[in-house]
């Protein structure tokens, strides 16, 4: 072959090679893992509700984007039947999540991963779980782990991350491993060393945020088996002395029960940085002070009550009746039955039944007082006069 | 000459040249091709001389930008996004996990084939200049130095852009060496990272530099570079024909001469070179050199895309200043100077000399330099002019070899062989296992 030839065929040879490469490409990036999830599922609704509801089934890549907690959860692109009826006892990844979990905790709102870990992000199975794979510390805390671990309760891993946001619960619904771990911490004194939430003291190292510490920095040398943090925990729960010789922390007797909570509670202790209306218990508002609040009381329930019950506390005050307007728009009710007679030459009487001005606007727009009432407001007003006359009577000699 | 074109030739061709010398009109007539002279001596065409170095680089260039334009779509340059936006791409974007691989593994390859095509250029003394005139090889050799260490600053802006465990602590390492230069040392180290250390300043500075100024820097000095070996009468083995057919003293033959647009002034390149302008020598360049230039831009290609679908880019956790993997390593063309530095680190008692000085500036430094003043210190004959191995340099020619095996030698220790702790182990012993938290 001559060297004009020989460069043709590197050419053709190239060019089918690249070809077939751009063809398998191509057809890679066309069946996904998910596509066969997609239409299984498709198929179960078909078979259970029919087709019209199968068309209802979303395609592609489907995506929880909960901005707050900075995360993008694309579970649902597999875990179809999630949030869909009549799934409950189906195979994974169709599965009916529990209603009850849910209602508190909207998949609008958490996503998925802040609960069960995992990588939100990826998009098939062996990233997502990510319980084998190399580079994601935040695997899915199910059943495969709890395997591992041999914990008996298959879905009780995962409650490490209810912790996040529950951790300063003192018990927390459906958490029974954590709600154990957390009376453990409790009986057995462990801030009689430890220092936990910044209460304990100075013996052994300070736990609050020891689930962030990276498991390079633990010692295995004295253990056998997997090497992880998570085992490392568990073992030294069991027997302190067979991980670290030099430490003084006594062997408790734990069962393995006992050292799977507490590892898990431990673990699961890690600076977060959650929006604040995701932590239980805690209320950020305007908090009114006690005279604060003694005032409202008195204002509701004492004699000028009518005056707060109508509204007409919002533009007047009624002094003598303790009513305080925050706006004080009108005049100081306390002296109506005299101010109107001055203002306008009518009876209060006359004048409530035929208001003008502002008046004339208000009670036939906004306050509407019927016979009874208006009479109880003139009662009330005139008696709130006779109170500031009094008072005014009262007041003059000290002068 | 009217020449009766099929439809498959119209489609393909605006314009197909119907005879050898239309083919010569071809290349001043194309954009694309004007830069190739009209006739190439077979030597230049050649694997065995050049191996097609110099174009394979230019190639994965073009790879990188083309792909980098692609992910610049993507890719976000922020501490927050960034590493997002990179899972995004491996998950969700249609081929982008591909791309990025192709992305990635060309760097990789360029940083290799510049530096290979040094090599190449020392070991045939292809720096230097031949008999004809107005030749400056030597000025083109450091041209083709500042685009290898150009080569160089774009891997390693580009390794900090994913913002992982890997970019993040390879960035770390870098620096930290250079930072070892003395007075200016830590200045440089600031300039570069935008503060005293990684954070989001250091990104967008390394994006742009990244993503623009180096490319751009690239792209003048390749061009001059390219425009240098046209000026200098192409390859140095067509210097090498030139001098033997002087020796046998053939009669002058009477050529057309092509030069660049028509307008150049003074003697070209190729009157200069006459005697090599014979059939025997020559083919012309289209469809010569053309076909083999598409023939290598192919096979580059090829071996890109397989290697992207078989290795895939990495992607480790996200940045984490807190964490120090277990080795850190720089990225692996700098982990010769890595392991110099760690071997020259001396341990007395209680007192350690850093070998950051020597491993990191001194030896680096030199080199550079001592590569860019070779040319004007080699005293070698005109004979051993674009020859592989000449008799006359052979003592430079070994020494720079054994410059070339050391620092493989040190790359290979430092990429294969050196586990947790810059511990040394053997390809069939195993590292410890990293634990996991779970």
Redesign the interface.
């Known amino acids: 072959m001559n060297w004009k030839n020989r460069d043709w065929a590197w050419i053709y040879w190239s060019a089918v090679v690249l070809l077939l490469i751009t063809g398998y490409i191509v057809w890679d990036n066309m069946v996904p893992e998910w596509g066969d999830y997609q239409s299984d599922f498709k198929e179960l609704v078909a078979q259970r509700f029919g087709q019209a509801r199968a068309k209802q089934v979303p395609a592609g890549i489907q995506q929880v984007w909960v901005p707050q907690l900075g995360r993008a959860d694309r579970c649902t692109t597999c875990h179809l039947g999630v949030s869909w009826k009549g799934f409950e006892n189906a195979p994974e990844p169709f599965r009916t999540h529990s209603k009850a979990i849910l209602d508190k905790h909207p998949i609008a709102q958490y996503g998925c991963t802040v609960c069960h870990g995992g990588q939100g992000q990826a998009t098939d199975e062996r990233s997502a779980h990510a319980t084998m794979v190399e580079h994601w510390e935040d695997p899915v805390l199910g059943a495969d782990l709890a395997k591992t671990y041999l914990v008996k309760n298959r879905e009780a891993l995962l409650q490490i991350n209810c912790n996040q946001c529950h951790r300063y619960d003192h018990e927390t619904k459906g958490a029974d491993y954590i709600n154990y771990a957390k009376q453990l911490v409790q009986q057995k004194g462990c801030r009689a060393c430890h220092t936990i939430n910044g209460r304990g003291g100075m013996v052994g190292p300070n736990l609050t945020y020891i689930g962030d510490q990276s498991p390079e920095q633990y010692d295995y040398s004295r253990m056998n088996g997997v090497k992880t943090a998570f085992a490392w925990h568990l073992a030294h729960f069991k027997e302190p002395k067979a991980m670290v010789s030099t430490t003084v922390m006594p062997n408790f007797g734990f069962g393995s029960k006992e050292a799977q909570a507490l590892a898990m509670l431990v673990l699961s202790w890690k600076k977060t940085n959650l929006p604040v209306e995701y932590i239980p218990g805690v209320k950020v508002g305007d908090v009114p002070s006690p005279e604060e609040l003694a005032k409202e009381k008195q204002m509701e329930t004492g004699e000028g009550a009518f005056f707060v019950k109508k509204t007409c506390f919002i533009c007047h005050s009624v002094s003598t009746l303790g009513i305080e307007s925050a706006t004080n728009i009108g005049p100081d009710l306390a002296n109506a039955a005299a101010d109107v007679q001055a203002r306008f030459g009518r009876t209060l009487e006359d004048f409530l039944a035929a208001p003008t001005g502002t008046m004339a606007v208000v009670l036939s727009t906004q306050i509407h007082l019927t016979p009874e009432e208006r009479a109880e407001a003139i009662s009330k007003l005139k008696a709130a006069y006779q109170l500031k006359l009094e008072q005014e009577k009262t007041a003059r000699p000290r002068k | 000459m009217e020449v009766k074109k099929s439809k498959w030739d119209r489609l393909m061709w605006t314009w197909k040249p119907a005879s050898e010398r239309e083919a010569g009109d071809s290349v001043v007539r194309n954009l694309l091709l004007h830069w190739f002279p009209a006739k190439v001596t077979k030597d230049s065409l050649s694997f065995r001389y050049s191996f097609w170095l110099g174009t394979v680089s230019a190639l994965l260039f073009g790879i990188l930008a083309v792909t980098g334009v692609v992910l610049m779509f993507l890719y976000v340059p922020s501490v927050?996004r960034a590493y997002?936006s990179v899972?995004?791409l491996e998950?969700?974007v249609?081929?982008g996990g591909?791309i990025r691989a192709v992305h990635r593994i060309s760097a990789h390859l360029m940083v290799a084939v510049v530096f290979l095509h040094l090599v190449r250029v020392f070991w045939t003394g292809a720096y230097k200049n031949g008999t004809a005139s107005n030749q400056n090889r030597p000025f083109n050799w450091i041209l083709g130095l500042a685009l290898l260490l150009i080569t160089f600053l774009l891997s390693f802006t580009g390794y900090l852009l994913p913002w992982?465990?890997l970019a993040y602590w390879a960035i770390t390492v870098g620096t930290n060496i250079a930072s070892a230069a003395p007075l200016v040392g830590d200045k440089i180290r600031f300039l570069f990272l935008g503060g005293n250390e990684i954070g989001q300043n250091t990104l967008l500075r390394f994006y742009v530099l990244h993503c623009f100024f180096l490319p751009l820097l690239v792209l003048f000095l390749f061009s001059w570079h390219m425009w240098r070996v046209r000026k200098d009468g192409g390859l140095a083995c067509v210097d090498k024909l030139a001098l033997k057919q002087k020796s046998e003293k053939a009669a002058p033959v009477k050529s057309k001469t092509y030069s660049l647009l028509g307008i150049t002034r003074g003697s070209t390149v190729h009157v200069e070179t006459a005697l090599v302008a014979q059939d025997e020598h020559t083919v012309p360049s289209s469809p010569?050199l053309t076909?083999?230039l598409?023939?290598v831009m192919?096979?580059t290609?090829?071996v890109v895309?397989?290697l992207a679908?078989f290795i895939g880019a990495p992607?480790?956790?996200a940045a984490n200043p807190?964490?120090t993997p277990?080795p850190a390593k720089a990225p692996w063309y700098f982990l010769w100077l890595q392991e110099l530095v760690t071997d020259t680190t001396i341990h007395i008692g209680g007192l350690t000399i850093n070998g950051a000085l020597l491993g990191g500036m001194l030896v680096p430094g030199l080199l550079v330099l001592l590569l860019g003043a070779w040319p004007y210190l080699d005293k070698s004959s005109a004979n051993s002019v674009g020859v592989w191995f000449a008799k006359e340099r052979r003592r430079q020619n070994l020494i720079f070899l054994v410059v070339v095996i050391f620092i493989l030698i040190f790359t290979i220790i430092g990429t294969f062989l050196r586990g947790p702790y810059w511990k040394f182990y053997w390809p069939w012993q195993g590292w410890p296992?990293?634990?996991?938290?779970?």
């Open positions: 927050e997002p899972k995004d998950f969700t249609s081929f591909f992982d465990q010569n076909r083999r598409l023939a192919l096979i290609m090829t895309a397989l679908v992607l480790e956790e807190l964490v277990n296992e990293v634990p996991r938290r779970f």
